[in-house]
C-alpha cells in the first residue's frame, strides 16, 4: 500500500497540468482501493465553495461545474468539520444533497476527507461505492494519508500556476515572512547552492534543440567531473570503490538514462523537467525492490541526477558583471552568500527556508537590507533575471510588477528615504524621552566583518560582539594572535566605551565547517558556553586574546552565552580569573602596568534561569537578555523554522512578562540589565523595553537613530501606560493590534510599514 501511495503522489506532483495531474490520481485511488468512484473537490474561497474538480465514477459533464457551498451537503461537513467522515448510506443522510447533474443515485457509501494546508482547507477527496457499507480502516487510513500527503503536492501546483508562463503579466504576488524592513525593486538573482531535483517543479518549453545542447552539455560536464573525481580519489583509495564512478559515467550513456532523458526533452519538457522524470522514476523503481543492495542504488541515481542538475544551472546563477544591483533569491539564503554579495550591489533578500530570527535575517537587518524569509515553496529557477518588488515590511514579493505597482512602490522608497534623513538628524543626540528619561543605545556588532563603519551610528558602545563569525569563516580555530589582533582593533574603534565581547555561541545554527557536532536536536543541545566549558583550551585563548587585546582600552567587558547553569558562571569566572592573573604578571613583569580586569557578565537566553536571577544576581557584573534565544525557548518554537514562524513571537504575552519579570528582579538585586536580542531594535519593542526599565539597548547600527527617534519622541510616562495595557492582554495578536494603533497615534507608524 505504502509504494501505491508514493507512486501516486510521485505521479502527482510530476504531472505539470492540475485538472490532468487530479483525473489522473482519482483514477488510480479508485482502482487501488477497489470502489466505484473517487472524486477531488477543490476549495474557492472567492465564492466559498468547493468546486468538483475530477472524477472517476460521477458524470464527466459536471467537472468544473458542480459547486457545493462550504456549508452544504456532505462536502461541506467534511470541510466544516475539518475530519473524515464515513457513511455508509449517503442519502439517508440529514446533510445530503442531491445534485442530479453528477448522477450519483447509485453510489450509497461515502467516505470524504479534507486536504489540508497549513490549517486550510485546500479541497476535499471522496470515495463512493454501491453497496451500503462504511469503508473500513484500512480505507479511511489510506485516503486521509492520501489527503496529506497531497495537500502539500496541490499547495505547490497552486504556486506553480501563479508562475506558469500563461498567466497574465500582472504581478504574482507571493507571500513569507517579512525578515528585515524596508522595501526594494530590483532584478531577481537565483543563487542554487545545494540545487536538488526534488525541489524543481516540471516544466515545458518551447525550443527542443535549446534544451538538447543544455543537457549534453551537462553531461558532458558531468562525465568530465568524474574523470577528475576518479583522478584525484585514486591516489587515496582502493580502485573498486571508484567503480561507482565508471557505474555513473556508464549510466549517463546513450544507451542509458541519458536517451531516456532526451526521450522526454523531445517530448517537450525542459532540461531540468526530464531530467526530474527519469531519475525519479528510477528512484521509485529502484526503492520499491526487496534487495537491499539494489534498494541502496536508489540514492546513487538520485545523486547522479543531482550532479547533472547542478551543471545544468551552472552558468545560469551567477552574479554577471551587468547586474550593478539585484535581489537576492535562493533557497536557504545563508549568512556566508549575504558576506560575500553585499560590497556587489545586493539590495535585498528572498529566502525560502528560514525565519525572522535566523541569523541570515538578522545579518540582513544588520546590513540594512530588505529580507523575505520562508517564502511559499516553489521552484526557484524561473525567477532568475525576472524584475520585482520586495516589501520586508509585510513579507510580500511581487514578481514582473505593473506600473501602477511600481510607482507605488518607488513613491514609497522615496519616502523611506526621507524617513532616514529625518531620523538621521537625531543620531548624534542622547536617547532621552520628552520627560527626561535616558537608556543607552549600544550597537550588535561581529556579524559583518565591516564593523568599522558602525563607529560613527551615534551608540555607546557596543552592547554585543558576536565573536563567532571570524571562527565561522576560517578553516581551523583562529590563534590566540590571530583573536588578539581582531579584538584590539575593535576595542580601539570604541575608545573609552564599553564593548561587550560573547564568548563564542556555536552550535544551534551556528556551524564550524572544521568541528562538526550532528545532534538531533542542535538548539537544546551542544550549544555556547556548553561547548566552551567542555573545551576549556579554546575557551582559555579566547578570553586570554581578549583580556590581551584589552591591554591599553580597558574598555573590554566579557559575556557569557546560553548559560543555564550557575556552575557555568563559577567555571566560566574561573577560568577567566585564571587567563586574566597568568596575563597581569606576564604583562606586569614586562610594562610594570596593571592589567585592568574585565566585568563579566551573563545572557539571559534559557527560560529556567529567570527563576534563579537571585543566585545568579551575585556572581555577575551584568545581565544582558538574548530575546531571540529567549522567545525560541520560551515558546518552544525554533527560530529559524518557517513552518512554524507564525508562532514565534516576541511579544507573545508569555515573553513579554518574563522580561518584565527580569527588569523588575535586576533592580531589586541592583545588576544592570540590557537587551541584545532583535526585539531592541524594534520601535516598539523599543517602548516596552524603556517602560519595563532596561538600562541599555543593543541593536544594529541601521537601527539606532531611528530607536533614537522614537525614544525622544515620547515620554516615559505614555511608555509606562502602553506597558500596562499590553500586560494585560492575554494573546499576541491583541498585543500587536494595540501597539500598532498606539504607533500611529504617536505619529510613528512609517517605522513599521511602507511609507510615512
Ligand atoms: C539572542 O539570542 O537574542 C542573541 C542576541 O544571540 P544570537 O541571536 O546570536 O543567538
Ligand atoms: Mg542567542
Known sequence: ???????????????????????????????????????????????????????????????GHTRIGFSQGLVGLVGQREEPINISNAHEHPQFVRAPEVQEDDLHAFLGTPIIHQRKVLGILSIQQKNARNFNENEEAFLVTLSAQLAMAISNAEARELISEDSTHNAKQLKGISGSSGVAIGDMVVIQPKVQLQTISIKKHK???????????????????????????????????????????????????????????????????????IIDGYIVQFEALDDPYLRERASDIRDLGNRILANLYE???????????????????????????????LKAIVSMSGSNNSHAAILARALGLPAIMGIDKIPL?????????VDGYSGELFITPNSALLKEYEHLIEEEYALADKVKQVEKLPAITLDGKGIELQ??????????????AGAVGVGLYRTEIPFMSQSCFPSELQQTTLYQQVLASFPKQPVTMRTLDVGGDKALPYFPIV?????LGWRGIRITLDHPEIFLQQVRAMIRANYGHNNLEIMLPMISDVSEVDEATRLINQAYYELSSEIELVEGVKLNKPKIGMMIEVPGVIFQLRDFASKVDFFSVGSNDLTQYLLAVDRNNAQVSDLYDSYHPAVLRALNTIAQESSEYLVPLSLCGELASDPAGAILLLAMGYDKLSMNPHNIAKIKWVIRHIELQRAKTILSHVMSFSSAK????????????LGLGGFVRAGM
Not at 492540475?18 to 468512484?37: E, N, R, Y
Not at 529557477?381 to 518588488?389: D, E, L, R, V
Request: charge should be negative.
Open 381 to 389: 529557477g524561473q525567477f532568475h533575471n525576472q524584475h520585482a518588488i
Open 315 to 345: 552558468g545560469t546563477t551567477d552574479v554577471t558583471a551587468e547586474q550593478s544591483t539585484f535581489i537576492l533569491v535562493s533557497e536557504d539564503v545563508t549568512a556566508s552568500m549575504l558576506a560575500e554579495y553585499q560590497h556587489k550591489g
Open 1 to 63: 500500500m505504502l509504494t501505491t501511495l508514493r507512486r501516486i503522489v510521485l505521479e502527482f506532483s510530476q504531472n505539470a497540468d492540475l485538472s490532468d495531474a487530479l483525473l489522473h490520481m482519482v483514477s488510480q485511488v479508485k482502482s487501488a482501493l477497489g470502489t466505484d468512484c473517487c472524486s477531488i473537490y477543490l476549495a474557492d474561497y472567492q465564492t466559498k465553495q468547493f468546486v468538483l474538480m475530477a472524477s472517476d465514477g460521477l458524470a464527466k459533464d459536471s467537472l
Open 734 to 745: 491583541q498585543v500587536h493590534s494595540y501597539l500598532r494603533e498606539q504607533l500611529e497615534i
Open 519 to 523: 545532534e538531533d536536536n542542535p538548539f
Open 443 to 456: 550597537l550588535n556588532a561581529g556579524l559583518s566583518s565591516g564593523f568599522e563603519h558602525s563607529i560613527n
Open 207 to 277: 525550443s527542443h534543440q535549446h534544451e538538447l545542447e543544455r543537457f549534453k552539455l551537462a553531461v558532458h560536464n558531468t562525465r568530465a567531473e568524474f574523470d577528475s573525481m576518479t583522478k584525484k580519489l585514486s591516489t587515496v583509495i582502493a580502485d573498486s570503490s571508484l567503480d561507482i564512478f565508471e557505474m555513473y559515467k556508464q549510466l549517463l550513456d546513450n544507451a542509458n538514462i541519458g536517451h531516456e532523458v532526451e526521450g522526454k526533452i523531445a517530448e517537450g519538457w525542459n532540461a531540468e523537467s526530464a531530467l526530474k522524470l
